[in-house]
């Protein structure tokens, strides 16, 4: 009976010191900037848009700077306007986003501590070989696009409130249609997804949609679409990224972000996006440079 006494008693102490052992290290605070006076972490939220995932560049990008920086990026890839969105909650701390005015928005109200340039690529109209409403080689992509809204020809839209959807949306009000109502007629469908996603569907359904070049070279192996309509200036699609504003949102890791858009912003990361692609498609999915 006593050495089961003893037992127990031993055993208490030992739960009693892993308790407190657990409980100091759950009290011990992360490390905090003495110049800011912010806590400092090694973990960064990126937001960014799915066709920076679904070109495949960002996974050759953050291991790179998780290596060089010690950092550990968490990705959550959405549409550009979640991602402001989630600048403006204070749930990112960085951004890498395409929709110029949209990001203009964002800072002039205060949101963005900083918004530097990256790269560039352009949209195309994609759609299926056999072309049933006819835009092939036209260069001008909002009469294109009034073309297959006069036919009716199948058209899938992200709707998602991306970079790519205000592209699109900004295209049919060129085109002298209001876009506000095509989700109710039955040959315009809202895929509510990334472009990767959007992509797939379209194949899969025989419809047109607009994509970013870049998704659509690093997924064209798994699609029965052609590139149909090119070339248009108004295709031009700009990258910023954005660091969040740690006035308004004080948990913002703002070391982290600065770090990633230094990164994204030098040389030796310009030549790597520069190059991307090209040995794989015979022409860069990027571009850098103005």
């Given at each position: 009976?006593?050495?089961?006494?003893?037992?127990?008693?031993?055993?208490?102490?030992?739960?009693?010191?892993?308790?407190?052992?657990?409980?100091?290290?759950?009290?011990?605070?992360?490390?905090?900037?003495?110049?800011?006076?912010?806590?400092?972490?090694?973990?960064?939220?990126?937001?960014?848009?799915?066709?920076?995932?679904?070109?495949?560049?960002?996974?050759?990008?953050?291991?790179?700077?998780?290596?060089?920086?010690?950092?550990?990026?968490?990705?959550?890839?959405?549409?550009?306007?979640?991602?402001?969105?989630?600048?403006?909650?204070?749930?990112?701390?960085?951004?890498?986003?395409?929709a110029p005015e949209a990001e203009e928005a964002f800072m002039a109200a205060g949101h963005g501590l900083e918004r530097e340039?990256?790269?560039?690529?352009?949209?195309?109209?994609?759609?299926?070989?056999?072309?049933?409403?006819?835009?092939?080689?036209?260069?001008?992509?909002?009469?294109?696009?009034?073309?297959?809204?006069?036919?009716?020809?199948?058209?899938?839209?992200?709707?998602?409130?991306?970079?790519?959807?205000?592209?699109?949306?900004?295209?049919?009000?060129?085109?002298?249609?209001?876009?506000?109502?095509?989700?109710?007629?039955?040959?315009?469908?809202?895929?509510?997804?990334?472009?990767?996603?959007?992509?797939?569907?379209?194949?899969?359904?025989?419809?047109?949609?607009?994509?970013?070049?870049?998704?659509?070279?690093?997924?064209?192996?798994?699609?029965?679409?052609?590139?149909?309509?090119?070339?248009?200036?108004?295709?031009?699609?700009?990258?910023?990224?954005?660091?969040?504003?740690?006035?308004?949102?004080?948990?913002?890791?703002?070391?982290?972000?600065?770090?990633?858009?230094?990164?994204?912003?030098?040389?030796?990361?310009?030549?790597?996006?520069?190059?991307?692609?090209?040995?794989?498609?015979?022409?860069?999915?990027?571009?850098?440079?103005?």
């Amino acid at each position: 009976m006593r050495t089961c006494s003893r037992l127990v008693g031993w055993v208490g102490t030992l739960i009693l010191l892993i308790s407190t052992t657990l409980g100091a290290c759950q009290a011990i605070p992360p490390p905090v900037d003495t110049a800011s006076g912010r806590k400092m972490s090694k973990e960064l939220i990126l937001a960014t848009t799915t066709s920076t995932q679904d070109s495949g560049l960002l996974d050759v990008l953050i291991p790179l700077f998780e290596k060089e920086t010690g950092y550990t990026v968490k990705v959550i890839a959405v549409g550009t306007g979640a991602a402001l969105r989630m600048g403006e909650r204070g749930d990112a701390d960085v951004l890498l986003v395409h929709a110029p005015e949209a990001e203009e928005a964002f800072m002039a109200a205060g949101h963005g501590l900083e918004r530097e340039y990256v790269m560039y690529n352009d949209f195309v109209i994609v759609g299926p070989p056999d072309d049933p409403a006819g835009i092939r080689g036209m260069e001008d992509a909002s009469a294109a696009m009034k073309r297959i809204a006069e036919s009716q020809t199948l058209w899938i839209s992200r709707g998602d409130d991306s970079g790519t959807h205000k592209k699109e949306k900004s295209l049919w009000k060129e085109a002298g249609i209001d876009p506000t109502p095509l989700a109710s007629q039955p040959w315009y469908q809202e895929s509510g997804q990334g472009m990767g996603a959007t992509l797939r569907i379209a194949s899969e359904k025989g419809g047109y949609t607009l994509s970013d070049r870049a998704t659509y070279l690093n997924l064209q192996h798994t699609l029965h679409l052609d590139i149909l309509v090119e070339g248009d200036p108004r295709l031009y699609n700009v990258y910023h990224v954005i660091v969040v504003n740690p006035e308004k949102h004080p948990n913002v890791n703002v070391e982290g972000a600065r770090a990633f858009a230094d990164f994204m912003t030098s040389p030796q990361v310009q030549d790597i996006i520069r190059s991307y692609g090209v040995d794989r498609f015979g022409q860069p999915l990027f571009h850098v440079g103005r």
